[in-house]
């Protein structure tokens, strides 16, 4: 069984980082497709970074130049750096595989794995 499990969340002053991660089980990590995702209240479903089994990266653009996307194989854990937070960049965090389409109106389907969510929260 598939499981993607997120954790690094919390609250921050803008201008703060956060490094979330999201550790992986039930699937072949190393042929996977795994990315970041979010959802802030009222908005659709966006994505923020995602990483290609070929180490291939993409970053949004309102994001790009402030987080980066990394992976550890050994274990199985896909990060999301996140530097020069803005509280724009409030929302529950997910990670999900392989690759949903995106925008949707919320950050799950029936064609993807996704993890619980984790909290971002960037005050003013």
């Known amino acids: 069984q598939v499981q993607l499990v997120e954790s690094g969340g919390g609250s921050v002053q803008a201008g703060g980082s956060l490094t979330l991660s999201c550790t992986a089980s039930g699937f072949t990590f190393d042929d996977s497709d795994v990315g970041w995702y979010r959802q802030a209240p009222g908005n659709v479903c966006e994505r923020v970074a995602t990483?290609?089994?070929?180490?291939?990266?993409y970053i949004a653009d309102s994001v790009k130049g402030r987080f980066s996307i990394s992976q550890d194989n050994a274990k199985k854990t896909v990060y999301l750096q996140m530097n020069t937070l803005k509280p724009e960049d409030t929302a529950v965090y997910y990670c999900?595989?392989?690759?949903?389409?995106?925008?949707?109106?919320?950050?799950?389907?029936?064609?993807?794995?996704w993890g619980q969510g984790t909290q971002v929260t960037v005050s003013s």
């Open positions: 999900a595989t392989p690759g949903p389409i995106i925008p949707r109106d919320t950050c799950s389907d029936e064609y993807n794995d």
């Open positions: 990483i290609t089994n070929d180490g291939i990266e």
